[in-house]
T-cell receptor, first 111, second 112 residues
Framework: DAGVIQSPRHEVTEMGQEVTLRCKPISGHDYLFWYRQTMMRGLELLIY????????DSGMPEDRFSAKMPNASFSTLKIQPSEPRDSAVYFCASSRGNEQYFGPGTRLTVT | GDSVTQMEGPVTLSEEAFLTINCTYTATGYPSLFWYVQYPGEGLQLLLKATKADDKGSNKGFEATYRKETTSFHLEKGSVQVSDSAVYFCARYGGSQGNLIFGKGTKLSVKP
């Protein structure tokens, strides 16, 4: 298996623009997680899905952030409008059972 | 609430030194426990795990033993290498919620 796939790997955008991050989980995994990692806050869980249904979105920082999982093989995290403080590395992870497998991350820079 | 506490870094060691990174958890019951490692510029990778009390997880020379008496899961390695320089995260399974609860991470730097 190719592992968790994230795109793009790097994204540079201007403040106010819409940003969409994409994730393809490992086939057969029924949980999908979105995390954000910064130097200041460390690793934060934003939202996670079970069988494509959002279970807990309490970590989503504000209404500018939204996530969808239209099917078992694809999820998006959208930020609209983006702000400089959203600059971070965003990780997607998937699991079946209690082990999570992380993607390589998307490094987002908002100028 | 349920949490994971690990020692704050950074930890700086010389090559071939002994490593211990402390981790304690709070939980009801006996959740599965994990150590993840994050090398520079990469995502987190599972390093080892233990699923029940007294289990010892091991991988790449690293070991950790599930101690229910002290609710601990300390990471150890007898002789570190420069290539072990990374951030190490302790985690416990969230149970029925399906998520993992991570510690804040400990940065390890190994000097030649």
């Amino acid at each position: 298996d190719a592992g968790v796939i994230q795109s793009p790997r790097h994204e540079v955008t201007e403040m106010g623009q819409e940003v969409t991050l994409r994730c393809k989980p490992i086939s057969g995994h029924d949980y999908l997680f979105w995390y954000r990692q910064t130097m200041m806050r460390g690793l934060e869980l934003l939202i996670y899905f079970n069988n494509n249904v959002p279970i807990d979105d309490s970590g989503m920082p504000e209404d500018r952030f939204s996530a969808k999982m239209p099917n078992a093989s694809f999820s998006t995290l959208k930020i609209q409008p983006s702000e400089p403080r959203d600059s971070a590395v965003y990780f997607c992870a998937s699991s079946r059972g209690n082990e999570q497998y992380f993607g390589p991350g998307t490094r987002l820079t908002v100028t | 609430g349920d949490s994971v506490t690990q020692m704050e870094g950074p930890v700086t060691l010389s090559e071939e030194a002994f490593l211990t990174i402390n981790c304690t958890y709070t939980a009801t019951g006996y959740p599965s426990l994990f150590w993840y490692v994050q090398y520079p510029g990469e995502g987190l990778q599972l390093l080892l795990k233990a699923t029940k009390a007294d289990d010892k997880g091991s991988n790449k020379g690293f070991e950790a033993t599930y101690r229910k008496e002290t609710t601990s899961f300390h990471l150890e390695k007898g002789s570190v290498q420069v290539s072990d320089s990374a951030v190490y995260f302790c985690a416990r399974y969230g149970g029925s919620q399906g998520n993992l609860i991570f510690g804040k991470g400990t940065k390890l730097s190994v000097k030649p």
